[in-house]
């Protein structure tokens, strides 16, 4: 049986390392994402309920609520939320994903990533920037504005940019960023400048009006821009390995600040769940432990593709940042990895570790076998609605999702 297992998990690996995922278009959520309709709020992490949601969630959803003009104030969108109108849905079920609370609602502009090689497209939202902003549960009138900007003025300018570029190949920009010191989670400063160097030309022959100062500044002043884009890549990449019988690879992880889930290949839609640990790293000033959210976000898809906490060692510069220790402790991050994954990437490659690719292919057997958790590096939120980014740190995937996950495979085996 170890034979078929290792023969459906090296499918799934070589699915993941052949994928060409490339920027193809903008969309609406309501014209690609059919269960968007008015009402219901796509979030991060596994499925769950209004009164399970952590107070960033929870102020998330008002804020969604407001930017959607559902209701005009705090008081309208709680009514409409305890009158059970506002009904929710997982992103990752839409073939979506988002970071932190992850919000997608209908209004909102997505990129579209074509994943070339199998065909499947992947979605996720624009990066806000940084400061208070939805994704850390800030709902206040000036992230809303933000929000209908991004859908009004910059989706459109990037939409026409687009078209007279032609797709935009994402796996390029990670390897050439991965080069240049990001791990494409925490830090995306090359990656995000080289977005903007191969965007740029065609967006300047758009007509933006006064728009296009704002545009630009926003674009490159953005050391996270990238993020969302590397995430969309990171799905498009992933979901070609889901659904392979036999295949113990983990295609799917994310948090939704109160519970940690996993989808495992050959095991269907289920979601593995477990509490998530809580990030250790740095706070920023005036802020500890204490006020930090339990992790959330569908940004761990990073980390399956082998990016990320997993890439660590090819991004010294993010160790400091994410108060991780050292270099060498960044290197034996990525170096530890490789003892749960199948193998590594032929074209994403880490020049300081000799130029060897990223690991990739997280195996449940694997984990649960060495007691190896997968790290993740990740922003920590305040456990507060509206308050936002405190620190930023990693944090482990919870072992007991995958030792759920094993004990449920081996029941199919039987």
């Known amino acids: 049986m170890k034979n078929i297992i290792d023969k459906a998990n090296q499918e799934a690996y070589e699915r993941i390392d052949s994928a060409q995922v490339f ?6 959520a309501r014209e690609v994402l059919p269960t968007l309709t008015e009402y219901v709020i796509g979030h991060a992490g596994p499925p769950i309920a209004w009164p399970d949601m952590c107070g960033p969630m929870q102020g998330a959803v008002i804020g969604a609520i407001k930017y959607e003009g559902w209701a005009d104030g705090d008081d309208e969108a ?6 059970g109108r ?16 992850g919000m997608i609602t209908m209004s909102m502009p997505l990129y579209e990533v074509l994943n070339e090689t199998f065909g499947n497209r992947a979605y996720c939202t624009f990066n806000e920037g940084l400061g208070r902003v939805m994704r850390f549960g800030a709902n206040d009138g000036e992230v809303v504005a933000r929000l209908q900007w991004l859908e009004k003025t910059l989706a459109p300018g990037l939409k026409k940019a687009l078209m007279l570029s032609g797709p935009i190949n994402l796996k390029v920009i990670i390897t ?12 995306n400063i090359a990656a995000s400048l080289l977005f903007g160097r191969a965007i740029m030309p065609y967006l300047t022959q758009v007509d933006m009006g006064s728009e296009g100062a704002k545009i630009v500044q926003f674009i490159l002043g953005n050391e996270q821009f990238f993020l969302n884009l590397a995430m969309a890549a990171a799905k498009a990449t992933m979901d070609p390995a889901h659904g392979i019988k036999n295949s113990t ?5 994310s948090r939704n600040g109160t519970q940690f889930g996993i989808r495992v290949s050959g095991l269907g839609d289920t979601w593995f769940e477990a509490k998530p640990e809580m990030p250790q790293g740095l706070y920023f000033p005036g802020f500890g432990p204490e006020d930090a959210n339990p992790d959330m976000g569908d940004s761990a898809i990073l980390e399956c593709m082998g ?7 090819s991004a010294p510069a993010v160790v400091r940042f994410l108060g991780a220790g050292t270099v060498q402790d960044a290197l034996g991050y990525t170096q530890e990895m490789g003892e749960i994954t199948v193998g ?4 994403i490659l880490m020049p300081a570790l000799n130029f060897t690719g990223v690991p990739m292919g997280i195996d449940i057997r694997k984990v649960v076998e060495t007691g190896i ?9 305040h456990k507060r609605a509206g308050l936002g980014q405190v620190g930023a740190g990693i944090v482990k995937a919870p072992l007991d999702c995958f030792i759920k996950s094993l004990v449920a495979f081996n029941k199919t085996l039987n």
């Not at 709680?78 to 009158?83: A, G, P, Q, V």
């Not at 506002?86 to 609370?101: E, K, L, Q, Y």
């Not at 690879?249 to 992880?253: D, F, G, K, N, P």
């Open 249 to 253: 690879l983990v295609t799917a992880m």
């Open 78 to 83: 709680m009514s409409l939320i305890e009158s």
């Open 344 to 347: 590594k990437s032929n074209s």
């Open 86 to 101: 506002i009904r929710f849905v997982s992103n990752h079920s839409m073939g979506a994903v988002g970071p932190m609370t």
């Open 307 to 313: 990016i990320g906490g997993f890439a660590m060692g």
């Open 176 to 187: 050439q960023a991965l080069a240049m010191g990001d791990e494409m989670h925490q830090r």
């Open 23 to 28: 920027l193809t278009d903008i969309k609406y």
């Open 373 to 381: 958790q997968p790290v993740i590096n990740t922003g920590i939120a």
